[in-house]
């Protein structure tokens, strides 16, 4: 593996947008998104052993504590396990497609339950978090923006950034609860990503990945003019366009493996 460097955000709208532009992604999230990528490209095989700790720190130029808040995040999202006395080893991703799969792929209504309760939530998250945020909730929101941006010219799946964007959002209302509901629905979130880390025959289009891009800016300019009305608007577009193409899928009797294939 090899460092990543963080991403270059593209100019957006809002009063703050010159400081959150300086600002680079959390050390975390880099070496998540960097051992993500090992293991999507294949550099780390299921079953490879990740490298020490201590060598973790000294590739990427971080602290113990933020190696350890890493491989946290990659085991809870079933990527990794760490071996007591062993190491930390890559987890078989057939296993864990398949799990996947049979969770979501075999009942969109699954999907389109996380959507509506998404929607509850997030929609009037927009608006309190135009009314609220701080200004580093103001630059959070921006570092998951930028970090998506840098996923899609790199070819990386974008969920983490996509689910860090929305999470972003839900803390800046500076209600816990808002967060707290996206925590508890976790990988569900941004069901198609649960399945591309691992294939990138599943990945999404650029296309289809560049029109979300253009509605969560939508989204962060209103925020960032802190216009409630326009944050909620702009959320409500966002969602409803996945839910209407979830119903289609639903109706079409097709399975989430053709939708990630061909978003069209």
């Known amino acids: 593996m090899s460092a990543i460097l963080p991403p270059r955000p593209r100019p957006a709208a809002g009063a703050v947008a010159g400081e959150m532009r300086r600002r680079k992604p959390k050390l975390a999230d880099r070496l998540v998104e960097a051992i ?3 293991i999507a490209e294949g550099a780390l095989a299921p079953g490879a052993q990740l490298p020490t700790e201590g060598q973790l720190c000294e590739e990427y130029g971080v602290s113990r504590t933020v190696v350890r808040e890493a491989v946290t995040r990659l085991a809870a999202d079933g990527l990794v396990t760490p071996r007591q006395g062993a190491g930390i080893f890559v987890n078989d ?3 864990i497609v398949t799990s996947l799969l049979d969770e979501l792929s075999d009942n969109v209504s ?3 339950n ?3 309760v998404r929607m509850a939530v997030e929609i009037e998250a927009a608006a309190l978090a135009a009314q609220r945020r701080s200004s580093s909730q103001e630059a959070a929101i921006f ?3 930028s970090a998506f941006e840098a996923a899609l010219r790199t070819d990386r799946s974008t969920g983490e950034a996509d689910f860090a964007f929305h999470r972003a959002i839900a803390a800046a209302t500076n209600n816990p609860f808002y967060a707290e509901m996206l925590d508890v629905l976790g990988r569900r979130t ?3 990503d649960l399945v591309t880390t691992f294939s990138g025959k599943l990945r999404q289009s650029q296309e ?3 029109k979300l891009q253009a509605e969560h800016l939508a989204i962060m300019n209103a925020i960032a003019d802190g216009d409630s009305d326009s944050a909620r608007d702009a959320m409500r577009r966002h969602l409803s366009a996945s839910r209407r193409r979830y119903h289609a899928l639903l109706r079409d009797g097709g399975d989430l493996r053709a939708a990630f294939a061909d978003p069209a």
């Open 36 to 38: 993500r990528a090992a």
């Open 93 to 95: 991703r057939p296993s």
């Open 110 to 112: 699954v999907v389109l």
């Open 114 to 116: 996380v959507l509506e």
């Open 143 to 145: 570092e998951a923006y």
């Open 190 to 192: 941004i069901p198609r």
């Open 208 to 210: 289809y990945q560049e």
